[in-house]
């Protein structure tokens, strides 16, 4: 005869288990899992579309980061979700993503503008891959199922709302005055020393046509009489700078 010690024990750990197989056996429908996928990859691709077209290429004009922010967002949410779903785990995906990245960036210089989209926008592609959508109904029940909860799909809209807001703010030209930098290379190298520094500036804005704030003295070729200068000036509204700081024609890309 089984004591009745043994016999509370075993119940509870049969129900753990009970409970266990119950949960695991819980599976989503295609239906459902498509339509979360679906779900995921529009609003991924809307939130993205809108950072890009009215917020980064309105002032950049750069085509090129658009195609990459584009492609890149969708792909990370891809990978994301088909990850999260198995046992490789989220942190091999970003692994492989950093490592894409290196092997694709290590050879050119990105802004610092465009590295902050690029962050920003692998950020919300983490956010809908991950975040939760379907919830667990009946799991102690007999018959638990997956359905849509409206609740988590509602808080993952407003993170990729808030997200763009914070955007918006940043980029309004009402908040902050939008600055570019020119790489000029200087003939008049009398004027680099720290007494005639006024002189310098009136000579630069005379030459560009630009109202210079503040500039920086570079490399210094005395054989050549040349220096380099990095000027900063405020762009006007709608101006784009973004090849001010390229010095050679093969490095443009339109």
Same mark, same amino acid.
């Given at each position: 005869?089984?004591?009745?010690?043994?016999?509370?024990?075993?119940?509870?750990?049969?129900?753990?288990?009970?409970?266990?197989?119950?949960?695991?056996?819980?599976?989503?429908?295609?239906?459902?899992?498509?339509?979360?996928?679906?779900?995921?990859?529009?609003?991924?691709?809307?939130?993205?579309?809108?950072?890009?077209?009215?917020?980064?290429?309105?002032?950049?004009?750069?085509?090129?980061?658009?195609?990459? =922010?584009?492609?890149?967002?969708?792909?990370?949410?891809?990978?994301?979700?088909?990850? *999260?779903?198995?046992?490789?785990?989220?942190?091999?995906?970003?692994?492989?993503?950093?490592? =894409?990245?290196?092997?694709?960036?290590?050879?050119?210089?990105?802004?610092?503008?465009?590295?902050?989209?690029?962050?920003?926008?692998?950020?919300?592609?983490?956010?809908?891959?991950?975040?939760?959508?379907?919830?667990?109904?009946?799991?102690?029940?007999?018959?638990?199922?997956?359905?849509?909860?409206? *609740?988590?799909?509602?808080?993952?809209?407003?993170?990729?709302?808030?997200?763009?807001?914070?955007?918006?703010?940043?980029?309004?030209?009402?908040?902050?005055?939008?600055?570019?930098?020119?790489?000029?290379?200087?003939?008049?190298?009398?004027?680099?020393?720290?007494?005639?520094?006024?002189?310098?500036?009136?000579?630069?804005?005379?030459?560009?046509?630009?109202?210079?704030?503040?500039?920086?003295?570079?490399?210094?070729?005395?054989?050549?009489?040349?220096?380099?200068?990095?000027?900063?000036?405020?762009?006007?509204?709608?101006?784009?700078?973004?090849?001010?700081?390229?010095?050679?024609?093969?490095?443009?890309?339109?």
């Amino acid at each position: 005869m089984i004591p009745l010690q043994e016999l509370g024990e075993y119940s509870l750990a049969d129900e753990e288990l009970l409970d266990v197989q119950t949960i695991t056996d819980a599976m989503m429908t295609t239906g459902q899992s498509l339509t979360e996928l679906f779900i995921r990859f529009f609003l991924n691709l809307i939130v993205c579309w809108i950072l890009v077209q009215f917020f980064y290429y309105r002032k950049s004009r750069r085509r090129d980061y658009y195609f990459t =922010f584009m492609i890149f967002s969708s792909a990370m949410l891809m990978l994301l979700y088909i990850m *999260g779903n198995v046992e490789v785990g989220v942190g091999l995906t970003l692994g492989l993503f950093a490592i =894409f990245g290196v092997i694709r960036y290590r050879t050119e210089t990105v802004p610092v503008r465009e590295m902050t989209y690029l962050f920003i926008i692998i950020a919300l592609a983490a956010v809908n891959g991950l975040a939760p959508i379907y919830r667990l109904v009946g799991a102690t029940g007999n018959n638990p199922h997956y359905e849509l909860s409206l *609740g988590s799909t509602l808080v993952t809209i407003i993170s990729n709302a808030l997200i763009v807001g914070l955007v918006w703010i940043l980029e309004s030209e009402k908040l902050l005055k939008h600055t570019s930098t020119k790489l000029v290379l200087y003939d008049r190298i009398e004027l680099i020393v720290p007494e005639r520094r006024e002189e310098l500036k009136a000579d630069l804005e005379k030459r560009l046509g630009l109202k210079v704030e503040n500039l920086e003295i570079g490399h210094v070729d005395f054989l050549k009489d040349t220096a380099f200068i990095k000027v900063f000036y405020t762009l006007e509204k709608g101006q784009t700078g973004s090849i001010d700081t390229l010095l050679k024609a093969k490095n443009y890309v339109s």
